[in-house]
């Protein structure tokens, strides 16, 4: 049987195969004529994708009756996090290269930018907050009414995906999908305890 | 590769300085070294390999930048050419599906003598010029590219418009078997563009049928495409099959998918932003800073007297 430490450092060994391809990809000089905008969109991808991973654990966890996947919660939600910073790096530091006035028109004028930028922070305030001592001096209620802002935080995080695509809309409508399963799949359960 | 100046009207000032020249050409065999390298496991011999390949002759032109060219390799490699699929490195995968044999260009509508025009016809209509411009896409890169051709204008002389005609609307391609990406209705297909009667006959439009010394490579819009430098690069319709001359103003591809993002006009204008980016700056493919985005792309000299009297916040 594997331990449950086992499978988290399994977990996050995985979740550093995307960063080493980028890396392999730069050294190769093969990031397409336009690495900037490259980076920022592999960052910006695979930070949603380990949020909708993260979002799968306690489903997968009660339906193959797994409580060992219980702390991948918070190693995925920390992974999401993580590359999510990269994006966010990318476009302050690198595309803008911090050029406040910029960035500041950037927030106000397009719903994109403040919608990506609002998830982040809430993204930011439950890393911060994801620590067992933290969680303990909060109190276990609070805790969870906290952390389910990451329902709101995926929210967002597809909608700045959504509108920030041109024309050809068919990878934001797959992530909205199955965000929709997901948040679907915690719905439908919730009724069900409460109809028992 | 030879540079073979052969129009008798050259003037001294016309002649590149023997040092640009030799720089011009390693560059170039350079560049098409390499992207040849690249596009050999995709392509058929027979296709784009065929375009790219065949060298044309050409003349200068006074309205080229000196500015630094973009590398052929990433001209070639980054487009947006959604006919071939949304992604920019799709089209360089996917375009030599597409036969430019026998390619015919016919220019109909208000005009006195309407014509079809194969692609040798169109190669003798008139000298080619090489023009160096600057291209500024809409999603705020920009490139510097040197294409082959000649001024839209003498195409439509050709033809003779008749008083009717207002608009010149362009229409490219529409063969999902040889353009995969019109199988997805992310366009409205044929992909349709248009200019006012007076922007297409601004010398600097260009008919074009080349690029970097060659004929265009399929992925660039190969065998005639337009370029209007002033404007966002949706605005130069590639693979052209059909050139309209029409009464009313033709409703656009881009600007039918999304009316409040991209306008019939669509001058390079960096006062007016884009719901989704600011036109203020831009990234030149290959450099790290941003540069700023000038009025009409710098070509204001030639076209802002086409706009003296129009709101641009308006007719954007």
């Not at chain 1, 004529?33 to 991973?53: H, M």
């Not at chain 2, 004929?215 to 949706?234: E, H, I, S, T």
């Not at chain 2, 985005?293 to 308006?314: I, P």
Request: aromatic share 12%; hydrophobic share 40%.
């Amino acid at each position: 049987m594997l331990s449950a430490r086992k499978i988290r450092l399994f977990c996050v060994a995985l979740s550093c195969f995307p960063l080493l391809y980028l890396i392999i990809k730069g050294a190769n000089q093969d990031l397409t004529a336009n690495p900037i905008e490259y980076v920022s969109q592999f960052t910006g991808w695979w930070s949603l994708t380990f949020l909708i991973i993260t979002l799968s654990i306690t489903p997968a966890r009660e339906i193959f009756n797994q409580p060992r996947l219980f702390p991948l919660r918070r190693t995925f939600g920390l992974v999401t996090f993580s590359y999510a910073s990269l994006h966010m790096v990318m476009w302050a530091f690198v595309d803008q290269l911090l050029d406040v006035e910029a960035i500041f028109q950037d927030v106000t004028e397009r719903p994109f930018i403040y919608l990506g930028v609002g998830a982040y922070i809430g993204l930011t305030i439950l890393a911060l907050t994801s620590r067992w001592s933290i969680r303990r001096r909060i109190g276990e209620r609070s805790w969870e009414r906290l952390h389910r802002g990451i329902y709101v935080v995926s929210l967002l995080a597809v909608s700045h995906f959504f509108i920030l695509v041109k024309r050809d809309t068919t990878e934001p409508l797959l992530f909205c999908l199955v965000l929709l399963v997901l948040l679907g799949y915690r719905g439908i359960s919730k009724i069900l305890s409460m109809t028992r | 590769m030879a540079l073979r100046f052969s129009d008798p009207t050259v003037v001294p000032s016309d002649i590149t300085p023997e040092t640009v020249f030799n720089n011009r050409r390693r560059f170039m065999s350079a560049s098409f070294a390499s992207s040849s390298l690249i596009l050999l496991p995709n392509a058929r011999a027979d296709q784009v390999a065929d375009n790219s390949k065949v060298s044309l002759d050409f003349k200068e032109s006074e309205f080229s930048t000196d500015e630094e060219l973009t590398s052929k390799h990433d001209a070639t490699t980054y487009n947006n050419f959604y006919e071939f699929g949304t992604d920019k490195e799709d089209p360089a995968k996917h375009a030599h599906l597409m036969k430019t044999q026998g390619w015919q260009l016919s220019v109909e509508g208000e005009v006195h003598k309407p014509k079809t025009f194969d692609l040798d016809a169109l190669l003798q209509l008139a000298p080619l010029e090489e023009r160096v411009y600057r291209l500024r896409c809409v999603e705020a890169w920009s490139m510097v590219i040197p294409w082959l051709g000649f001024p839209l204008s003498t195409l439509l002389k050709v033809v003779e418009p008749t008083g009717n005609a207002k608009f010149v609307e362009f229409l490219s391609l529409h063969d999902p078997e040889q353009m995969p990406g019109q199988n997805y209705n992310v366009l409205d297909w044929p992909y349709i563009e248009g200019l006012r009667i007076d922007e297409a006959m601004n010398p600097l439009t260009l008919l074009t049928l080349g690029m970097y010394g060659h004929r265009l490579p399929n992925q660039n819009g190969a065998p005639v495409r337009l370029v209007a430098p002033w404007k966002y690069g949706f605005k130069s319709a590639k693979s052209i099959v059909k050139i309209k001359l029409v009464e009313k103003q033709p409703v656009s591809s881009w600007n039918k998918a999304s009316p409040n993002e991209y306008g019939f006009y669509s001058n390079v204008n960096p006062a007016v932003s884009h719901p989704r980016w600011s036109q203020r700056k831009e990234r030149r493919i290959g450099e790290f800073f941003k540069r700023d985005t000038m009025m009409f792309n710098g070509y204001g000299e030639w076209v802002s007297e086409l706009y003296r009297d129009m709101d641009l916040t308006k007719y954007f």
